[in-house]
């Protein structure tokens, strides 16, 4: 492949056996360029089966190829490639055997035509050419090559006004060389030096065609230095009009015989000319034409985009809507429970309770299953009363043996046992003036549970190693899943402390008893997964929030949220029923293992809900394990437990697990 490189009116010839070509400022490119506007990596040249092909790289100041603008083109014999000022002209290159020359309907004829037979045949060869070739660039090649051949020229030239069709007499600058091709149809490399720009702007400002027999000798162009210089004798220009517009002109000339164009050949040309302006002016329309699909088809996906955007955003608003629009159906509650979804009657009677015990600064004991929620509502206690610029602080008592659970509440000094290196505060001081929530304190020991009943008495904490007494002023809120009046009435729980933590007394009912929270929250908790996951929120139709509501969620809270992440991976932009997970399908079937028809036969036969709820959190504990293969701290994380809280209920119930 061979390259001419224009550079500080200087040029050079290079030549390449392997593509690509890179070009740039780089040293290591294969064309290195000291210029100041070319880019390190500016662009560069590859094959594509047998096209050359030019591609910008991102450069700062950009490309053009024949003048035009582009980030990647073909390229063809003669195409210029001009980059921060320097030009490069693809001379050759083994592909584009008999490219040049190849013009259809021209292969079998002379180069000048005798009979008027031969020359019409000739011209309706070439004007069927014409009107077949699509793209631009190829049929400026075209037009040149069949005004040689019609008139029998030496060299052509095609010149356009790219930006100015309305001027006559355009500035040279203005002016483009866009195809300059020799008889035997190869091309000329930097035309603008070996042909009269003078002649081709008398054209231009004239309107008309010039034809001279003799250059050399015509006292017309006496003015042109260029004439002598080059030496013409015989020269033609042509105007490519349309609609009285001059697109370009169409120059030929022979160095070599005077008086080469006569009659026939001056209207040949001019015939040529006005097919060949009629050709530029539907070339460029169809290029119009395709540009504006290609914006219209990039706006059409823009608009869908923009639409599945408008949609997403709308179905989101939708859905805190429905929320919004349910809690205000029912009257809430004097406070913010804003971070609390429901509407139904159990839950309005919980807030009633809730705007009574936030006005006082008692002990608060929140019961309810696990995965209700407690937590929740410690929260609404302490941040809608008095204490709610003090620190609010949590500890599960479930996930912590005894040794690390009094270290952890009552803290410790340095060397108070192995492994205490440093003096820490206990969660009692942390929590001094504000709120401590205790959750699961029905799993604490009775040891345990005589430390904090001396704390909650004489309201003086003592770090472990310590003789140091402080006093603490702390509001305890505590929670369990479990009925702390029956581990009283069991003997596994103190009667002193339990009058102690619960003066107040908050139940939280079950989610299966919250008839019509469940879409609510299904909604609220899939925004909220897809938000933290960053990605879209997916349509919950109707169908599929009738199966979640007909579920009787043993986890509750929990177990729905954890549904709603899932489904956040799964589905795309609609949650089909097939993307629920297995237990939430069966469970809303109502076959003879439905959790629901259980429950209502053991209602029936006067059964205790409570040994329900407890079957059916043995029954998903045992589900937990199957799934993990026996890993526990897998099982636990599925439930939403510490591994420590799933440990003490395998006890409780007894589960062993496989060997």
């Not at 309706?124 to 090649?141: F, G, K, T, V, W």
Request: hydrophobic share 40%; aromatic share 4%.
């Amino acid at each position: 492949m061979k390259w001419t490189v224009y550079q500080d009116q200087g040029a050079s010839s290079l030549e390449f056996s392997e593509t690509p070509i890179h070009i740039g400022r780089a040293t290591e490119c294969e064309i290195s360029l000291k210029v100041p506007k070319v880019s390190r990596h500016h662009g560069r040249v590859e094959l594509r089966g047998q096209e050359v092909w030019y591609v910008d790289q991102n450069s700062a100041n950009g490309s053009r190829i024949n003048g035009r603008p582009t980030r990647e083109a073909r390229l063809r014999v003669g195409d210029q490639v001009e980059i921060g000022g320097v030009r490069l002209v693809l001379e050759s290159w083994e592909g584009t055997s008999g490219e040049a020359a190849s013009l259809s309907g021209l292969d079998t004829l002379s180069v000048e035509p005798k009979g008027p037979e031969e020359r019409l045949r000739t011209f309706s060869n070439i004007a069927r050419s014409l009107a077949q070739e699509e793209e631009l660039q190829p049929l400026l090649r075209r037009i040149v090559d069949s005004a040689l051949a019609l008139v029998g020229g030496e060299r052509g030239f095609l010149v356009l006004l790219e930006d100015q069709p309305d001027q006559i007499g355009a500035e040279l600058e203005d002016i483009q060389v866009r195809v300059a091709r020799r008889f035997d149809g190869s091309d000329i490399v930097v035309p603008q030096g070996r042909m009269s720009m003078g002649l081709v702007n008398k054209v231009l400002s004239e309107g008309r065609a010039l034809v001279s027999v003799d250059a050399s000798q015509d006292e017309r162009f006496d003015a042109m230095a260029s004439v002598e210089e080059l030496r013409l004798r015989s020269v033609m220009g042509l105007p490519i009009a349309v609609d009285g517009r001059i697109e370009g002109v169409l120059f030929i000339d022979n160095r070599l015989t005077d008086g080469a164009f006569g009659e026939i050949q001056i209207e040949t040309g001019e015939l040529l000319a006005s097919h060949a302006a009629t050709a530029i002016h539907n070339a460029r329309i169809r290029e119009a034409l395709k540009e504006k699909a290609r914006s219209l088809e990039a706006a059409h996906q823009e608009v869908e985009k923009l639409n599945e955007e408008l949609g997403r955003r709308v179905q989101e608003q939708g859905n805190a809507l429905d929320v919004v629009r349910s809690e205000l159906d029912r009257e809430r509650g004097r406070y913010d429970y804003s971070s609390i979804v429901g509407s139904s009657e159990a839950m309005v009677t919980v807030f009633a309770q809730l705007d009574r015990f936030i006005e006082s600064d008692l002990p608060v004991l929140i019961e309810g299953e696990s995965g209700t929620g407690k937590e929740l509502f410690a929260r609404a206690v302490h941040f809608n009363g008095a204490r709610k610029s003090r620190p609010f602080v949590t500890e599960n008592c479930a996930a912590l043996p005894d040794t690390l659970l009094e270290s952890e509440l009552f803290g410790h000094v340095r060397g108070a046992f192995t492994g205490a290196y440093k003096n820490k505060r206990g969660l009692l001081e942390q929590a001094d003036g504000g709120t401590l929530f205790l959750d699961e304190v029905g799993d604490m020991s009775p040891e345990m549970q005589k430390k904090l009943l001396r704390v909650l008495q004489e309201g003086e904490v003592r770090a472990l190693g310590s003789e140091e007494v402080r006093k603490v002023n702390v509001r305890l809120v505590a929670a369990s899943n479990r009925s702390l009046q029956e581990l009283v009435s069991a003997g596994k729980f103190r009667e002193d402390l339990y009058y102690r933590i619960a003066v107040l007394s908050l139940k939280l009912p079950p989610l299966r008893d919250r008839r019509g929270d469940v879409p609510l929250l299904a909604q609220h908790m899939l925004a909220r997964a897809a938000k933290e996951a960053e990605r879209s929120v997916p349509h919950l139709p109707h169908e599929v929030l009738e199966v979640l509501d007909r579920h009787v969620w043993p986890g509750n809270i929990r177990e729905l949220e954890n549904e709603m992440r899932r489904l956040v991976v799964l589905a795309s932009d609609v949650v089909l029923p097939e993307h629920l997970s297995l237990a939430v399908r069966e469970g809303s079937r109502g076959d003879s293992s439905d959790t629901a028809q259980a429950a209502a036969l053991l209602a029936a036969e006067g059964g205790d809900i409570r040994e329900l709820v407890a079957d059916l959190e043995k029954r998903s504990i045992e589900a937990a394990l199957k799934e993990s293969g026996g890993n526990k701290s897998r099982a636990a994380r599925s439930l939403g437990l510490s591994r420590f809280a799933l440990q003490r209920k395998l006890e409780k119930y007894g589960i062993v697990l496989d060997s």
